[in-house]
């Protein structure tokens, strides 16, 4: 019973971490989508594509930077396209903020406007930390949640299975 | 199961992120995924798995190959719904989408609720499909048994094109370097206006202008300035010339499962990519379009495969011809032996044997329709659907009217088939085969006489006329190139046709003079009328040339071959066919398996 608690305590902890994010707009109800998609045949569905989805928009990330360093960087063409990636993707696992935020990069690129394009890239760099950290704690508790009561996602089955104690 | 569960998706996107959201959900709308993060291994996947797949979901923005391209490509080649999706749901991106044949166009993030629907495509598609066989004949993949009927609209309408058909032969150069490279080579970007419809007049504007151009040379622009039709873009262009390549490609795959013909369409030399089934597709057609009679079909087989066949040397075409013209022995006379030696390069023995033989009926067929004309003249595919057609109606007239004196013979096989062949006779209007529109039928014939140096004798012992086989000459030309340049050289259409094949005739004239029996050949055929000599085809202008000679004659009935009444016909029976490609070699083994 004390474990169930502490599970409690976690999943709390959980949704209040998520209801920050989505306060802030930094995620919205497309991660919610995620979580839904999340079953028996895919027990990790959400950490596996967060995972997937960090490890790509980190080499995006990376990419653009190294076309804007570029001195003789002309290829905004190239530019439009990772754009269109992180956003895509972004927007699939509900990280609002960071496609708000290429959308706006793409629109700097799109007109050639390349200190507009550098300050966008910082600030996806910000967001991308952001995200990162926060959606890292998030799993954290959330990998502590299903060891501490069995419970896992989704959150509304919380109470249904009792928690296992060895 | 019921309907929508169980569809068979590919998702194609390069960021593996979506990739996966994407396969969970369609996975949870219980459809079998499969992804894939190229586009290029996705493309080579819908084709090496053709008919696994039931609608496409695409991403836009792929690094390897543009998304749209891959959509148009699909579209083309697997006729199969293709659902885009992007981040970027900017308007004249989504436009293009819908530009190049998208049937929907989904903004990440996607959700599964639009995937839920994603079936709806795959059966409006399959509708419109539909719809679209009845009006212009498309193509379509999927449905392999509808094709038949397809291939004939398509082939009658192009067929219709009596001029466009004309120019084509004179234009068209080698057909072989045909289509792969522009389909790749074309603008990604090049954008597809919503749907024109393709009508008949449409589609042989198009053809005419393809053919003035070289088929290899024809790029949507030119053809566009050519067909110089109002609203018409050079995208509707470009995609209907695609599809018109694939279509002739698709067709060449038809054949090889058919058994038959090489391509008229490519010169005989070439790879059996391009030995497309033009040819062989004619006869299907015909034969779904029902202006061959199933059974003209089946007793032509029928009579290749009941005869006994004489004893060729095998080696020797020359000999087999020649014998054929001299001997009123029986000797040469199987069809099928004399036909399918020539191909296999089997010993004579092969002739002999049934299975064989049977193999040789199928070969008359390619041989009907495979002949394609290598020079410059090369007449188009379409064109030689029509020529097939009179050809193959011919020939099997001929074959049928043989039968009875056969079986006089000896060979009680053959017998059957004799009443199939009175019916089919009638069953041929000369309309259907549009012999008398189309010159080019009989150019295809004469291609046919080139290229294969087909030699058709008559079965029955006593005639030996060759009217096919003008091209072999008796002095031992067995090249098929000679044969060729008779019949090439304008390798226009009719009027043209004469002074080619006179060569041609000549050696053919010579082959009948040679054989005592072609006068009387002539004689026997009751129906048979001098003014043969009218028709407008190869045939004819061989006629022409050879007028004085009975056989001769009979070849230009031949060439009418519909319209003439099958006792008109003497007795061809025999098919030889000189002709060393391993393509065909390759075909005719196919069939042998088929």
């Known amino acids: 019973m004390l474990l169930g608690l502490g599970a409690n305590q976690l999943l709390a902890d959980m949704n209040r971490l998520l209801s920050l994010l989505f306060h802030q707009g930094v995620l919205d109800e497309q991660f919610l989508e995620l979580q839904q998609l999340q079953d028996d045949s895919s027990p990790n569905f959400v950490y596996d594509v967060v995972n997937i989805y960090f490890n790509e928009s980190e080499k995006l990330l990376s990419n653009l930077r190294g076309l804007l360093v570029d001195k003789e960087f002309s290829d905004y063409k190239k530019m439009g396209k990772h754009l269109n990636q992180l956003m895509g993707s972004s927007s699939s696992i509900g990280a609002k903020r960071i496609s708000n935020i290429c959308l706006a990069f793409r629109a700097a690129s799109d007109q050639n406007n390349r200190p507009a394009c550098l300050r966008a890239l910082e600030m996806l760099e910000n967001e991308y930390c952001y995200l990162n950290n926060k959606l890292h704690e998030f799993f954290q508790i959330e990998q502590q949640r299903v060891l501490a009561g069995g419970v896992r996602y989704p959150i509304q089955q919380q109470q249904q299975q009792p928690p296992q104690q060895q | ?594």
Request: glycine share 8%; with cysteine.
């Open chain 2, 1 to 594: 199961m019921e309907f929508p569960v169980g569809l068979r998706v590919l998702v194609v996107d390069d960021d593996v992120t979506c990739l996966k959201i994407m396969e969970q959900m369609l996975r949870r709308c219980l459809y079998r995924v499969t992804t894939c993060s190229q586009a290029t291994v996705a493309l080579s996947l819908l084709r090496e798995k053709r008919g696994c797949f039931d609608v496409v979901l695409s991403d836009v923005h792929m690094p390897d190959m543009d998304g749209f391209k891959l959509l148009e490509l699909v579209g083309l080649e697997m006729d199969l719904p293709v659902i885009m999706m992007s981040a970027d749901g900017r308007t004249n991106l989504v436009m293009r989408g819908i530009r190049h044949g998208a049937c929907d166009y989904l903004i990440k993030p996607v959700r599964e609720e639009e995937l839920k629907n994603i079936w709806q495509h795959v059966v409006r598609k399959k509708k419109n499909e539909n719809k679209e066989h009845e009006h212009s004949g498309s193509l379509d993949d999927n449905d392999r048994h509808k094709r038949g009927s397809d291939d004939a609209e398509y082939a009658s309408s192009v067929n219709e094109g009596a001029e466009g058909l004309l120019k084509i032969q004179k234009k068209r150069r080698d057909a072989k370097e045909e289509d792969d490279g522009e389909l790749e080579n074309d603008d990604p970007s090049t954008a597809k206006k919503p749907r024109v419809v393709w009508s008949v007049e449409l589609h042989q504007q198009f053809v005419s202008a393809v053919n003035q151009l070289g088929i290899d040379k024809a790029v949507p622009k030119r053809i566009l300035e050519l067909m110089n039709v109002p609203g018409l873009t050079r995208e509707n262009v470009a995609s209907h010339l695609q599809k018109f390549r694939l279509y002739l490609k698709r067709l060449s795959g038809v054949a090889q499962q058919q058994g038959g013909m090489p391509n008229t369409y490519c010169g005989p030399l070439e790879q059996n990519g391009n030995h497309s089934s033009l040819g062989r597709f004619d006869i299907q057609a015909l034969a779904a379009s029902g202006q061959i009679p199933p059974q003209t079909l089946a007793a032509l087989h029928a009579e290749l495969l009941g005869r006994p066949t004489g004893t060729l040397s095998p080696a020797m075409d020359q000999r087999l011809l020649q014998a054929t013209l001299k001997g009123p022995a029986g000797i040469s006379v199987d069809h099928g032996v004399a036909f399918s030696q020539p191909l296999i390069r089997c010993p004579s023995n092969i002739s002999k044997q049934f299975p064989q033989t049977t193999i040789a009926a199928e070969d008359v067929n390619m041989a009907l329709g495979g002949w394609p004309s290598n020079g410059p003249g090369t007449v188009g595919p379409i064109n030689t659907l029509g020529g097939l057609g009179a050809q193959s109606g011919s020939i099997l007239m001929g074959m049928l009217q043989q039968q009875p004196k056969q079986t006089i013979q000896s060979e009680p096989s053959r017998s059957i088939n004799v009443q199939p062949s009175c019916l089919v006779v009638p069953a041929q209007p000369s309309s259907s085969f549009q012999a008398g529109k189309n010159p080019a039928s009989l150019n295809q014939n004469c291609s046919f006489g080139r290229n294969s140096a087909i030699n058709y004798s008559l079965l029955s012992p006593q005639s030996n006329n060759i009217s096919f086989g003008t091209g072999q000459v008796p002095d031992g030309n067995l090249k098929s190139s000679t044969v060729l340049n008779g019949y090439s050289g304008p390798g226009s259409i009719s009027p043209s046709m004469s002074s080619c094949s006179i060569n041609a005739d000549n050696s053919a004239t010579r082959q009948l003079q040679n054989s005592p029996f072609a006068s009387s050949a002539a004689g026997q055929s009751p129906g048979f009328s001098p003014n043969v000599s009218d028709t407008q085809g190869s045939y004819s202008t061989n006629s022409g040339q050879v007028l004085d000679q009975g056989p001769l004659r009979n070849l230009g009935f031949v060439g009418k071959g519909s319209s003439i009444p099958s006792s008109v016909y003497p007795h061809y029976t025999k098919f030889f066919i000189k002709r060393s490609d391993e393509c065909f070699l390759r075909i005719v083994l196919a069939e042998r398996n088929f």
